[in-house]
């Protein structure tokens, strides 16, 4: 959906107006532009704000999984406020550089737009009984293509965090490492998928969900990574 014109709400930000909102950060503040001002004020405008500064935005700074985002528009002229998908306090976030979270921010925001919900075998199911094969196919090919390029997008952020020796910083290992692990979830439950789908079971699959890699026994799990210390 189209950008909505918040400028009727005065919120001015280092002397400039918030311009536009998207519709997510509308939807989040219930379409109450009351609501959405006051947020805005308290987050950027008043004394004692807590945000910082990433290139051309001003993020709030949580520890959960959203922040609120003030984007300069490209003609300079005032803010653009959105969601961005993450807390620059949280666990995975608060050891990020200040002078590498702008790499951070533009994987981020290519990664979200790429989440949906796994595929699993009875969302083929229904694809089949609306569509057939095609549809199946279509479907798998969807998913397929969705993993392909968040594996590509690991894959640059990769190469923008690495050092001058080649190597990867503890705080970016630590950061592609849970982003791998969601990879390989979308992988594993997509292959599943097709898996019981032509086959009626994908047998014991490993759990993936919480992180980790782990296969779940009777009397235990056995993880497939070992333990460091």
Excluded: N
């Excluded at 990433?54 to 959203?66: F, K, M, N, R, V």
């Excluded at 090919?141 to 190469?159: C, K, S, T, V």
């Excluded at 594993?188 to 890699?213: C, K, M, N, Q």
């Amino acid at each position: 959906m189209p950008d909505t014109v918040i400028s009727q709400l005065e919120v001015f930000v280092q002397q400039r107006p918030v311009l536009t909102a998207s519709d997510g950060l509308l939807g989040g503040h219930g379409f109450d532009l009351g609501d959405l001002r006051e947020t805005l004020v308290e987050s950027f405008a008043a004394e004692g704000h807590d945000w910082c500064e990433i290139g051309d935005s001003l993020h709030t700074l949580s520890d959960g999984d959203a922040e609120i985002r003030l984007s300069l528009l490209e003609d300079g002229t005032g803010w653009h406020a959105d969601y961005f998908p993450a807390g620059w306090r949280s666990l995975q976030h608060r050891d990020v550089p200040a002078d590498r979270r702008k790499d951070v921010v533009a994987y981020t925001d290519r990664a979200h737009a790429l989440r949906e919900k796994v595929l699993e075998v009875e969302d083929l199911r229904v694809a089949a009984a609306a569509g057939g094969a095609r549809a199946v196919d279509d479907l798998v090919q969807h998913h397929l293509h969705i993993a392909d390029r968040l594996h590509e997008a690991i894959g640059d952020l990769h190469a923008a965090l690495l050092a001058q020796d080649g190597d990867l910083p503890p705080w970016a290992h630590a950061f592609l490492y849970q982003e791998v692990e969601e990879l390989h979830m979308v992988r594993e439950f997509l292959s599943s998928a097709v898996l019981a789908y032509h086959h009626g079971s994908a047998g014991h699959r490993p759990d993936t969900v919480w992180g980790g890699i782990a296969y779940r026994f009777p009397t235990g799990t056995i993880d497939l990574i070992p333990p460091t210390d």
